[in-house]
């Protein structure tokens, strides 16, 4: 039993002993513990492909443990479905809850555990009225009555977390909840956690960013390659120490940015405008550059990135590639030209679950490994396991499908796969978004030797030090335009972020 926060002890609501989870060829979980306590945010850390959404599966009653026990309130108990975890008040906050436009609110809360009257009929009021309980109680201002379509984006999260709520959870899981966020709803998360804390809540929070597990979490419990490292409380530890759990050595060079002659210009952007999104975009990129864009969620790089790759349609501006005009009009065109994009969105736009990792790296550079129309199998495992070792991918195989990978994982087969295409620019868009501390440095280390034989790179990132670590130079964009383009002296986390924001830059210059 563990010592809260206040010195005094007290019994977890939810404990893992011991608990083993296996997959054909992987040990995921090797004896872990871990310990939930009500009124507190316990953070989760650990690699990509630690176990830890496999640990949350198993208290979501997803899958079953080989090994080991649950317990609630002391006593052993079973999730054999997702039904029974619920009926014991364990609930997930999930990015992607299925909700329904045309349902009103209410419903959409209660689809599925509506309550009944005694004559089993749908019991409307009270559903009513109890979704208004649940939605007050995490500070929504939302009528339960309105159909959904109605509501905005960050009103329907809102729903979705409710909709969590609406089982009477004591135990509420997030994992990576702040993923795909802007900075505003991550803020309004993190006061949804301190609401539900003040509720007496046990949280289970998973999360790569150490700056967030430091604002909202009590305790930690550290995972690594599926084993249970330690646990304790966040005001007796620190970033350096965290960090050396989870990787097992210290990460000292995190941003190890090469020293690279920028070699000739190689992309030269003219007057790119889009009709909604961005206007009057322009820029060069040298061979061998790192070029950043910077700038707040909604300043319109994603939209412009993707028009230089074909998907939006620019309404004017030209786009020229070593001096000569490129008119791209689909992926296709851009990829023949050289331009690749990573999306930010991965797991949506990215890999294709139900085929070997090898197959998703080479799928867009088979001609490299084709001869005379048939591909070399072991060419195209050379292929792979280039790539995919250079930016630590962990697996048991190449032959191993991409869905039975752990969500950081996944990223990295397909930021392989694009680099595999040996393009002459590569955008990557937030590419160490959820991937963890080590492999970051392992994905950096890779870009700065790629730009260091002359590759081209645009780097789209949120995060300051990612951007200061890597990038040779920097554009701001802000409300679809460009606000700055900084380098040398100039380039320093406040220029970055007033001219993202538009703050205080008139007092500057005076
Ligand atoms: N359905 C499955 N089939 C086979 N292996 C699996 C399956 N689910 C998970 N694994 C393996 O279990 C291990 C743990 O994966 P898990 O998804 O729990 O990692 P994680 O800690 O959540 O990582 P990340 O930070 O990348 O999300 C990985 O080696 C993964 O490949
Ligand atoms: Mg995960």
Redo the contacts with the bound molecule.
């Keep these: 039993m563990a010592e809260t926060p206040d010195g005094a002890q007290e019994r977890p609501v939810l404990a893992l002993d011991r608990i083993v989870k296996e997959?054909?060829g992987?040990r995921?979980l090797d004896g872990v513990e871990l310990e939930l306590h009500p009124g507190e945010v316990t953070a989760l850390i650990?690699e990509?492909?630690?176990?830890?959404?496999?640990v949350v599966k198993i208290l979501t009653g997803i899958y079953q443990p080989d090994g080991g026990q649950i317990l609630i309130d002391g006593q052993p108990t079973a999730f054999p479905t997702a039904q029974a975890a619920a009926d014991a008040g364990v609930t997930a906050i999930h990015q992607e809850t299925v909700l329904f436009d045309e349902l009103s609110v209410a419903e959409n809360i209660f689809i599925g555990h509506a309550p009944r009257t005694r004559f089993g009929m749908i019991d409307r009021a009270g559903m009513k009225r109890r979704a208004g309980e649940i939605l007050a109680s995490i500070g929504a201002e939302i009528d339960p009555g309105v159909r959904l379509r109605d509501l905005g984006i960050a009103s329907r999260h809102l729903v979705a977390i409710a909709r969590a709520l609406s089982i009477d959870a004591r135990v509420v899981i997030m994992d990576e909840p702040t993923a795909a966020l802007s900075q505003k709803e991550i803020e309004e998360l993190y006061e949804l956690v301190d609401t539900l804390k003040a509720q007496g809540k046990a949280i289970l929070f998973i999360s790569?960013k150490f700056d967030e597990i430091f604002r909202i979490a009590d305790r930690y419990t550290v995972f690594r390659d599926?084993q249970f490292v330690g646990a304790g409380l966040m005001r007796d530890t620190d970033e350096g120490a965290l960090v050396q759990m989870m990787v097992g050595r210290s990460v000292d060079q995190i941003f190890p940015k090469r020293e690279s002659l920028l070699g000739v210009e190689l992309l030269k952007v003219v007057g790119y405008s889009h009709p909604t999104e961005f206007e009057d975009i322009n820029f060069t990129l040298r061979r061998g550059e790192i070029l950043g864009f910077y700038g707040l969620v909604g300043a319109g790089r994603s939209e412009f990135m993707q028009s230089l790759i074909g998907i939006t349609k620019p309404s004017k501006g030209v786009v020229r590639l070593e001096d000569r005009i490129k008119i791209i009009r689909s992926p296709a065109d851009a990829i023949d030209a050289g331009i690749v994009y990573v999306p930010e969105d991965r797991g949506r736009q990215g890999a294709i679950l139900d085929l070997p990792i090898f197959q998703n790296v080479t799928l867009p550079s088979l001609g490299q490994t084709s001869k005379h129309g048939f591909t070399q199998l072991a060419e195209e495992f050379a292929l792979a396991r280039k790539y995919t070792q250079r930016l630590d991918l962990?697996?048991a195989s190449l032959d191993t499908h991409v869905g039975?990978?752990?969500?950081?994982?996944q990223q990295k087969v397909v930021i392989a796969k694009w680099l595999a295409t040996r393009p002459k620019v590569i955008i990557l868009d937030e590419p160490t978004k959820g991937i963890?501390i080590g492999s970051k440095a392992a994905v950096h280390d890779f870009m700065s030797e790629l730009a260091a034989e002359g590759l081209s790179v645009i780097m789209v990132s949120s995060e300051i030090p990612e951007i200061m670590g890597m990038a040779d130079r920097v554009i701001v964009m802000r409300e679809g335009r460009i606000a700055a383009e900084l380098e040398g002296d100039a380039l320093t986390p406040e220029t970055l972020v007033r001219h993202a924001a538009g703050i205080g830059l008139k007092e500057d210059a005076a």
Excluded at 48 to 53: C, I, L, P
Excluded at 404 to 409: E, I, Q, V
């Design positions: 997959f054909p992987v995921a650990g990509n492909g630690a176990g830890k959404s496999t790569h599926g962990r697996a039975s990978l752990s969500g950081g994982n963890d």
